[in-house]
């Protein structure tokens, strides 16, 4: 049995680490990275931190001045993970490869472009994908080497999939030593294989 990782405490606290806030006196909450512990306090330190942005942990600047800091004990901030960007659900892009399951059938695709159902333009192409609109698709294999599958006529496959039906499969593009390769595979789980 592997034993519990304890989870990590404000009073762990160390340099480098993310904190926000969890009382603000002039309005808004900062999210800070740590940059050093005052020992003005030994039970309740102060620390100084780097405002960065909530989302991506980017430092905010204020100008010429440069970037923007702040002071806070370290009983009013919590420890703070982003939970939008990690969290995020990824949606479809061309280029994604991405598994069609309709009933009890699997075929695999990559992603062309996408198609409005009623015919008319579609806003993914500019805004990203919308939601509504089919996954115009080129059928491929999913043995290694991913190669396009072709039709009688000799042009590829094509295939318009719903996006609730679809999911995006992970392309391993190295070998078993981590060196990159042509002979680029699917991630796919052993129980869907």
Do not use: W
């Not at 512990?37 to 102060?46: A, R, S």
């Not at 192409?125 to 294999?141: P, R």
């Amino acid at each position: 049995m592997k034993p519990k990782k304890k989870k990590k405490n404000i009073r762990d606290v160390e340099i480098g680490d993310h904190v926000k806030q969890t009382v603000s006196s002039g309005g808004k909450k900062k999210c800070g990275e740590v940059l050093m512990i005052l020992q003005d306090n030994p039970g309740d330190p102060t620390l100084e931190c780097v405002e960065v942005n909530p989302d991506d942990l980017t430092p905010l600047d204020k100008g010429s001045d440069g970037i923007r800091t702040f002071k806070a004990r370290r009983s009013k901030l919590k420890l703070y993970t982003p939970r939008k960007k990690l969290f995020a659900k990824k949606t479809f892009e061309k280029g994604d490869v991405i598994q069609h399951r309709r009933g009890g059938t699997l075929r695999y695709g990559r992603i062309v472009c996408f198609v409005h159902p009623d015919g008319l333009y579609s806003s993914s192409h500019e805004e990203g994908y919308n939601g509504k609109d089919l996954l115009e698709c080129v059928e491929i294999d999913k043995k290694p080497g991913l190669l396009q599958k072709m039709s009688p006529d000799g042009e590829p496959k094509r295939f318009q999939a719903q996006g609730k039906d679809c999911k995006i499969i992970k392309v391993i593009k190295v070998n078993a030593k981590g060196e990159p390769t042509t002979m680029h595979r699917l991630d796919i789980p052993e129980e869907e294989e």
